[in-house]
Nanobody, 119 residues
């Protein structure tokens, strides 16, 4: 059974940095897009950053220039380096991936990791 396992969340002061990781655990044949989304209390889940299998990236305007998404295809892992964090970045961050496993192409979500930025 495919799982996306996230790590790296926590509490940080404004201006600080965190690095999130998300690894796909199971036999994976191929991964297409991978991305990070976030959901703050009382708000809808929103896209933070996406990366394609070819390495093309897309960012939400609010994080552009501060966050960097990357992936290690050999490890089936996607990363989110978050710098210059702001209190408004506080949210639960979710990993997402479109991948091919024994059950075919499907979209998967991680369990979420809390990021809290104090002012």
């Amino acid at each position: 059974q495919v799982q996306l396992v996230e790590s790296g969340g926590g509490l940080v002061q404004a201006g600080g940095s965190l690095r999130l990781s998300c690894a796909a655990s199971a036999s994976i044949f191929s991964i297409d897009r991978m991305g990070w989304y976030r959901q703050a209390p009382g708000k809808q889940r929103e896209l933070v950053a996406l990366i394609t299998s070819g390495g093309s990236t897309n960012y939400a305007g609010s994080v552009k220039g501060r966050f960097t998404i990357s992936r290690d295809n050999a490890k089936n892992t996607v990363y989110l380096q978050m710098n210059s964090l702001k209190p408004e970045d506080t949210a639960v961050y979710y990993c997402n991936a479109e991948l091919l496993a024994t059950t075919g192409w499907k979209n998967y979500w991680g369990q979420g990791t809390q990021v809290t930025v104090s002012s």
